[in-house]
C-alpha cells in the first residue's frame, strides 16, 4: 500500500504549496483595488432598483465614471452600513436617512458637501424642510433622495353623511364631526391614531405637536415640551381627550401600528386619518382599499396656536468621508450625488422618475409644475392641497445622537398618559427631563 | 363468591383497555395539534403565493385561494437578466399598486445558483478538513490533544455578532468583498469546530482496535480512515452534511455584511430586499420563499433515513 502522507519531503511540499498559495491570495486583493481605482462605489437599500440602474448608466455613459453599484435590505441597510464605515469599505456615494445622520457625522462617517457649488445651488429650489434635513451643525451633508410627510386623510362621504360641507380645518372640528359621526352611528371610533410604539409613532406625535402650534425644543436644543403655549401640552391633552372624554378614537391606538392603522382606515372603518401623504394613491385603489375614490387629503387641522403644520422626513445622497478625503474621488462623487439629487441634463429627472415609478415624494418644489407629475397626483388626489402642505412640513426637531434613547421614554410617557395611568403635565415633564439629562451626557 | 372474584378481574381489562385508548388518543390529538402547529405556517406560505395581494389581506383568510394566480412564479421565471437597463426598459413598477412584483425579482434565481454553490463547496470542504482533523484528533494520541477539542469547542461559543467587523477586514484585506468565496471561507469558520466535534465524539466511540488491525495490515493512516472509519460513520457524515448545507443556506447576517450585488448575493438577502421602505409584496414573497425551501426539503429527503441516527451520534460517549 502507498503511504501519501508519510515521506518528510511530502509534507514539507504541502507546507510549502500552502504558503505560496497564502501569500498569492493576499497579494490578490491589492492587485484587484488598483486594477479598480478609478470606479466610484455606491450603496443604497433596495428601493427602486431598476430607476436607479437605468439612471446610473446614463450617467456612465454621459461621464465616463464607472460606478459599482450595491444595495442590501432596507430593514438591515444602518447595520451593514455601520459595518461597512468602521470596516473601512470601499464607499464613496450612499443614501441617508435624516434619522442617522447625527450619528453619521460624529462617527466621522459621511462628510459635509456644501464646499461643492454644483450642489448648494439647488437649495434654493428645494423644500425648506429638506435643506433643514439635510443639515447638522450648520453644515449640508447632501441632496434630497426622496421626500414626504404626514398628510390629514377624510372620508367624504362619511363627512357628507355626517352633514358637513368641508372636512374640519381645526382640531376643534375634528372633535365636533367625530362626536356627530358616532352619534349618528357612521363610526364607532371617526379619527385613527396609530400610537404604537414603532418607528412611526415619533412622526405621528411630531405632527400634533407642530400641528398645536408647538415644539419639542427650543432653538438652543433644550426642553419646551412643558410650556404650555407653545410645547407638546396640548398636543397630548387633545388626544387623551379624544381617547378619554369624547371616545372619538379607540384606547387600542396605543396597540396600532401605522400599517394596521393603514388597513382598517382602508377597510372603511374610520372618517378621519393621519397617515404618510404616499398612502393616499393606495387608500385609492379599488383593488386596496374598501374606500376608494372616497379619501381626499385636507390640510393637517391646527390648534389654538397652530397653522396647519406637519412634519416632513426625507433621506438624501451622501458623500462618505473616505471620498471626501481624495479631491479627485470627492470630485466626481459630487458629479455623482448631482446626477441624482440635482439636475441630470437639464431637470430634475431621477426625482422625477422615482415619483412617477414608485410614487416616492420630492423635494424640490419646481416639479409641483410638471404635467407629468400634476397629472399623474390628480388621478387620486388634489396637486394643489398635497403641494401646499408639503410647503408646511416642517423638520423633526428631536434628531440628535440621543434621539434612540429619548424616543423609547417619550412614547412609554405619551402612552401612559392616553391610557390613563398619569396625567398629561406629569407624562411631558417625565419626557422633558429625560431629554434635558440625556442632552447633558452628551 | 365466583361473583365477586369473576368482577374485579372483568373491571381491570376494560380499565387497562380505556386507559390504553385514551393514551393512544391523547398521543394522536398531541401529534395533530404539534402537526397543525408545524406545518400551517408552510401551508399558508404555499397557499398565499398563489393568491393576489387583496385576497392575501381578506379578513377571515383564505387558506386555499379563491383566484389563484401564477403571476409571481411567472415574474420568477420569466424575468431576464441580460439586457443593460436604460429609462426604456427599466421595470418602473409602482408599489402602491396591488401587483406590485419588485424589480429585483431577475435576481432571485441567480441568488439561489449562488446558495446552492455556496453551500455545496461549504459541505465539501468541510468534510475535506473535518473529517481528518477528527480522526487525528479521536485516534493519535499526542500532547495537546484535549486542550485542541476545547478550543475548538470554545470558538462556537462567541456570538456571529461579535465575529462580523474582524471577519469583515480579513474579508476586505483578501480583496473577496462581494465575492460567494467570502461566505464559503466565514462559513467554513464557523461550520468546521461543529463538525469536527460531532466527528471526534463518534470515532472516539469505534473500537481502537480497528485502527490497529488496519495499520497492522498495512494501511496507511489516510487509508484507515477513508477504508475502515468512513464507512462506519455514515449517520453522523450526514448530520454533519446537513448541518452544514443548512447552516450555509440560511444564513444572513455574514452574507448581508459581504455581499452587496446580485453576482454574490445569496437568497435570504435576495428575499429581504424585497422588502422596500415603500412597501412589501407578501404575495410575490411568498412565492419566493416557496421556492427558498426546496432545495433543503431535497436535501433532506435524501438523507432522511439517516437524520436520526445521525444528530444523535455522539451525543452519548461510548
Known amino acids: ?442 | 363468591m365466583t361473583d365477586t372474584i369473576h368482577k374485579p378481574a372483568v373491571d381491570y381489562r376494560r380499565r387497562q383497555k380505556l386507559a390504553r385508548i385514551s393514551r393512544n388518543l391523547a398521543i394522536l390529538i398531541g401529534a395533530l395539534v404539534v402537526a397543525i402547529y408545524v406545518l400551517a405556517p408552510v401551508a399558508w406560505l404555499v397557499s398565499s403565493s398563489f393568491q393576489t395581494e387583496a385576497e392575501i389581506v381578506s379578513v377571515p383568510p383564505h387558506w386555499i385561494p379563491e383566484d389563484p394566480t401564477l403571476r409571481n412564479f411567472e415574474a420568477i421565471f420569466t424575468a431576464g437578466n441580460e439586457e443593460e437597463i436604460t429609462y426604456e426598459n427599466r421595470s418602473g413598477q409602482d408599489p402602491a399598486s396591488g401587483g406590485y412584483i419588485p424589480s429585483t425579482a431577475k435576481n432571485l434565481l441567480p441568488a439561489m445558483w449562488n446558495s446552492t454553490v455556496v453551500a455545496t463547496l461549504v459541505v465539501i470542504l468541510n468534510l475535506l478538513v473535518g473529517v481528518p482533523a477528527a480522526y487525528a484528533l479521536a485516534k493519535i494520541r499526542f500532547m495537546g490533544r484535549d486542550a485542541s477539542i476545547y478550543f475548538i469547542l470554545m470558538t462556537r461559543v462567541i456570538p456571529d455578532i461579535a465575529l462580523v467587523v474582524p471577519f469583515f477586514l480579513v474579508i476586505k484585506n483578501l480583496g473577496m468583498l462581494d465575492s460567494i468565496w467570502s461566505l464559503v471561507l466565514t462559513y467554513l469558520a464557523v461550520t468546521v469546530p461543529f463538525t469536527v466535534f460531532i466527528l471526534v465524539q463518534y470515532f472516539e466511540g469505534l473500537p481502537d482496535e480497528l485502527d490497529k488491525a488496519a495499520r497492522v495490515d498495512g494501511c496507511s493512516r489516510i487509508q484507515a480512515l477513508v477504508r475502515v472509519f468512513l464507512p462506519l460513520s455514515l449517520p453522523s457524515l450526514v448530520a454533519v452534511v446537513l448541518f452544514a448545507f443548512l447552516t450555509s443556506w440560511n444564513e444572513f447576517l455574514l452574507a448581508l455584511m459581504f455581499t452587496q450585488t446580485s453576482a454574490s448575493q445569496t437568497l435570504p438577502i435576495v428575499l429581504a430586499a424585497f422588502t422596500s421602505d415603500f412597501t412589501i409584496s407578501f404575495s410575490f414573497i411568498n412565492a419566493a420563499g416557496v421556492l427558498a425551501i426546496v432545495p433543503p426539503i431535497i436535501v433532506a429527503v435524501i438523507f432522511e433515513r439517516y437524520i436520526v441516527s445521525g444528530l444523535t451520534a455522539g451525543a452519548v460517549k461510548g
Open chain 1, 1 to 442: 500500500m502507498s503511504r501519501p502522507f508519510n515521506s518528510h519531503m511530502r509534507r514539507r511540499d504541502f507546507l510549502r504549496t500552502s504558503a505560496a498559495a497564502g501569500t498569492m491570495a493576499l497579494a490578490a486583493p491589492r492587485l484587484a483595488l488598483a486594477q479598480g481605482a478609478s470606479d466610484l462605489t455606491m450603496h443604497t437599500w433596495s428601493a427602486a432598483v431598476d430607476t436607479v440602474q437605468s439612471h446610473l448608466n446614463a450617467f456612465t455613459a454621459s461621464s465616463g465614471i464607472n460606478v459599482n453599484y450595491g444595495n442590501s435590505p432596507w430593514a438591515q441597510y444602518r447595520e451593514g452600513m455601520v459595518t461597512k464605515f468602521v470596516g473601512g469599505a470601499p464607499l464613496d456615494m450612499m443614501w441617508v436617512s435624516d434619522a442617522w445622520l447625527p450619528e453619521w457625522v460624529e462617527a466621522g462617517w459621511i462628510a459635509p458637501v456644501d464646499g461643492f457649488k454644483n450642489l448648494t445651488q439647488y437649495n434654493s429650489e428645494a423644500e425648506e424642510f429638506c435643506n433643514d434635513s439635510m443639515t447638522y451643525n450648520g453644515r449640508q451633508y447632501g441632496l434630497t433622495y426622496y421626500t414626504d410627510y404626514m398628510a390629514f386623510l377624510y372620508d367624504e362621504e362619511k363627512v357628507k353623511a355626517a352633514g358637513f360641507d368641508a372636512p374640519p380645518t381645526t382640531w376643534d372640528e375634528v372633535v365636533e364631526q367625530s362626536l356627530v359621526m358616532k352619534e349618528k352611528g357612521i363610526s364607532d371610533y371617526p379619527m385613527m391614531l396609530a400610537m404604537a410604539q414603532e418607528s412611526w409613532l415619533i412622526e405621528f406625535m411630531s405632527t400634533l405637536v407642530f400641528s398645536h402650534g408647538g415644539r419639542f425644543i427650543d432653538e438652543n436644543g433644550m426642553s419646551s415640551m412643558t410650556s404650555e403655549k407653545d410645547g407638546a401640552m396640548e398636543a397630548l391633552q387633545w388626544v387623551v381627550d379624544a381617547v378619554s372624554k369624547h371616545g372619538i378614537v379607540s384606547p387600542a391606538c396605543v396597540e396600532t401600528g401605522e400599517l394596521s392603522g393603514l388597513k382598517a382606515f382602508a377597510s372603511g372603518n374610520h372618517a378621519f386619518a393621519m397617515v404618510a401623504k404616499y398612502r393616499l394613491r393606495m387608500l385609492n385603489d379599488p383593488e386596496q382599499s374598501q374606500v376608494a375614490g372616497n379619501v381626499q387629503q385636507t390640510l393637517m387641522p391646527k390648534g389654538g396656536n397652530g397653522a396647519h403644520n406637519t412634519v416632513g422626513w426625507m433621506r438624501f445622497h451622501g458623500m462618505s468621508s473616505q471620498a471626501a478625503a481624495d479631491p479627485i474621488r470627492a470630485e466626481a462623487t459630487a458629479k455623482l450625488i448631482e446626477w441624482f439629487g440635482g439636475k441630470s441634463d437639464g431637470a430634475y429627472k431621477f426625482q422625477k422618475l422615482l415619483f412617477l415609478d414608485i410614487g416616492a415624494g420630492f423635494g424640490v418644489k419646481p416639479l409641483f409644475d410638471d404635467p407629468e407629475i400634476k397629472a399623474a397626483y390628480n388621478a387620486y388626489g388634489d396637486v394643489e392641497v398635497i403641494k401646499a402642505q408639503q410647503s408646511l412640513a416642517m423638520q423633526k426637531d428631536v434628531v440628535t445622537p440621543w434621539f434612540g434613547e429619548w424616543n423609547e421614554t417619550n412614547g412609554t410617557a405619551w402612552q401612559s398618559a392616553i391610557l390613563g395611568n398619569t396625567d398629561v403635565a406629569s407624562a411631558i415633564a417625565k419626557s422633558s427631563d429625560a431629554w434635558d439629562e440625556l442632552k447633558e451626557d452628551y
